[in-house]
């Protein structure tokens, strides 16, 4: 039994060897692929309800690897939080994402998903900042998506950070509502420009206990004056649901899935 014992260890010793080198290389082709433009951006559009208008469009990473095809941001997000690589690939995603949107049409904003490490940069300000200037892009087109994972540290770091945020002209956007750690203390300390419901929800639509659920999230938000967007949007059923809700905004499948540039441009042309 004892001999077993170690060799179990033993093969557990190995197999998370052989993960730790794996991770490890991983995150030098990340690296690598950061530096050399092995990354790039999908736009997937959200629509104002009930306009039916394109008014604003996500950024979503995406790492096309030379072996492995294309890898989810699921991924690689987290690898990148893990050691550290968030700060230049986040740096890139935004000033790519307001390049990007510096020329499309005004009305149209550009929502940044932006990791709870990234807010904890001293830089991060700075970074935001020069995105900006460097972009052209004037700041409240730039919406920052953020989840609710902030609030596992409800620290002065973050309630500054989103405070200066604001205060240059950014939107900030609590995204993924309803999965993790909110609470309505947490709404009223913070400003958000807008609340983001989580797919999970959407998805369970028209069943009664989702759409219970989304709808006290719209009247919180409604008695707050914060507009709502749902995300992941696949059927009719559910636009025309969350249509009598009073969503503010619809991002998912049904409307237009994420897509690379040339191709967003010409959704924003017909949609805008
Ligand atoms: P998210 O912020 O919740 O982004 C929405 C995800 O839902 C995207 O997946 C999008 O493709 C997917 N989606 C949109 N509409 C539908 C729908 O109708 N049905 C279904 N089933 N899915 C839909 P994606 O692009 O794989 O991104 C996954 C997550 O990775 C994002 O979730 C976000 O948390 C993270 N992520 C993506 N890009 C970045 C980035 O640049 N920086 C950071 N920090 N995180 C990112
Ligand atoms: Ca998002
Ligand atoms: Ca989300
Ligand atoms: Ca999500």
Not at 9 to 15: E, G, K, L, S
Not at 244 to 272: E, K, T, W, Y
Request: hydrophobic share 40%.
């Amino acid at each position: 039994a004892k001999s077993q014992g170690r060799n179990g260890f033993q093969f557990f010793d190995a197999a998370l060897r052989d993960e730790i080198r794996t991770r490890v290389r991983l995150g030098n082709e990340l690296r690598a692929a950061i530096a050399s433009s092995g990354i790039s951006l999908h736009f997937q559009p959200l629509y104002s309800m009930p306009g039916n208008r394109i008014s604003a469009c996500e950024a979503l990473v995406r790492w096309f690897h030379p072996t492995h095809g294309m890898i989810p941001p699921d991924q690689f997000v987290g690898l990148a939080e893990e050691n550290g690589l968030i700060h230049d690939l986040g740096e890139w995603v935004l000033r790519a994402a307001c390049m990007e949107a510096a020329d499309w049409p005004a009305q149209v904003k550009i929502a940044v998903n932006v990791s709870p490490i990234q807010l904890r940069n001293p830089r991060f300000l700075g970074i935001v900042e020069n995105a900006l200037a460097h972009s052209g892009l004037a700041p409240h087109r730039l919406e920052i998506e953020i989840t609710e994972n902030i609030f596992v540290q409800n620290s002065a770091t973050n309630r500054d950070i989103l405070r200066q945020l604001g205060r240059i002209g950014c939107s900030i956007v609590l995204d993924d509502f309803g999965t993790g750690y909110s609470s309505l203390g947490y709404l009223r300390s913070f400003q958000f420009q807008k609340i983001k419901i989580d797919r999970s929800f959407v998805q369970e639509l028209p069943e009664r206990s989702a759409s219970g659920i989304i709808r006290a999230i719209i009247s919180l938000a409604q008695s707050m004056d914060i507009p709502i967007t749902a995300e992941g949007v696949e059927t009719h059923d559910q636009w025309a649901h969350l249509n009598d809700l009073g969503c503010n905004q619809v991002q998912g499948f049904l409307l237009g899935r994420p897509q690379p540039s040339d191709m967003i441009r010409q959704s924003i042309m017909s949609h805008a």
